[in-house]
């Protein structure tokens, strides 16, 4: 079974729109989430990185937020672009572990 | 380079093939990772190199794949007697930083498709 689980599976919205993304992990303990943004054919970028202490981070139009007791994020993109059309991975990664666990994705589409 | 650089970009091979995928990681940048990607689906995690030493090689589906680092810097990762189900795009991703805590920078990735 997946430890990151992320919702919804694909949404489209239309440009200027805002969204949340959600992910939730079982991953422990915890060390951190990132979220990246993955454009089709292109490898990951990252957006944000959060380590246990923090509960939001923005990098421009994306804020991603963390509540570890829940172990829960979301990721909000404000004022979408059709730039933003893209999969939004949620990464977990445990203590003194080698092994990130990625989520399978949410696939954004703004449409014009 | 700038950024991760791998090849090729596409492969297309007859099932029973052996391939050999290359990664050049940033240069400097300790840390290295390979990722299998499934269409549609996250990437999952096939080996993890420190330097030349290959610290974690779990994720690897069987005895057919095989990974190194020689020199701790380039890396190729091969799959022998390849099978339909190896088709997936190939990440490599590598960190200056230990495992978990380093921002980590992925390259385009190996398409693979085995007819």
């Known amino acids: 079974k997946n430890q990151v689980e992320q919702s919804p599976q694909s949404l489209i919205i239309l440009e200027g729109k805002n969204c949340t993304l959600q992910?939730?992990?079982?991953?422990?303990?915890?060390?951190?989430l990132r979220w990246y943004k993955q454009d089709t054919g292109r490898g990951p970028v990252s957006l944000t990185i959060m380590t246990f202490s923090e509960n939001t981070k923005s990098n421009g139009r994306y804020t991603a937020t963390l509540d570890a007791d829940t172990k829960q994020s979301s990721l909000h993109i404000t004022a979408s672009q059709l730039s933003d059309s893209a999969s939004y991975i949620c990464?977990?990664?445990?203590?003194?572990?080698?092994?990130?666990?990625f989520g399978a994705g949410t696939r954004l589409t703004v449409k014009p | 380079g700038a950024g991760v650089s791998q090849s090729p970009r596409y492969k297309v091979a007859k099932r029973g093939q052996d391939v050999a995928l290359r990664c050049d990681p940033i240069s400097g940048h300790v840390s290295l990772f390979w990722y299998q990607q499934a269409l549609g689906q996250g990437p999952e995690f096939l080996t993890y190199?420190?330097?030349?030493?290959?610290?974690?090689k779990s994720g690897l589906p069987s005895d057919r794949f095989f990974a190194e680092r020689p020199e701790g810097s380039v890396s190729t990762l091969k799959i022998q007697r390849t099978q339909q189900e190896d088709s997936a795009v190939y990440l490599c991703a590598s960190s200056h930083a230990g495992v978990g805590t380093g921002e980590l920078f992925f390259g385009e990735g190996s398409r693979l498709t085995v007819l």
């Open positions: 992910c939730n992990y079982t991953v422990s303990p915890f060390s951190n």
């Open positions: 990464v977990v990664s445990a203590h003194n572990n080698n092994d990130m666990r």
């Open positions: 190199f420190q330097n030349e030493a290959q610290l974690d």
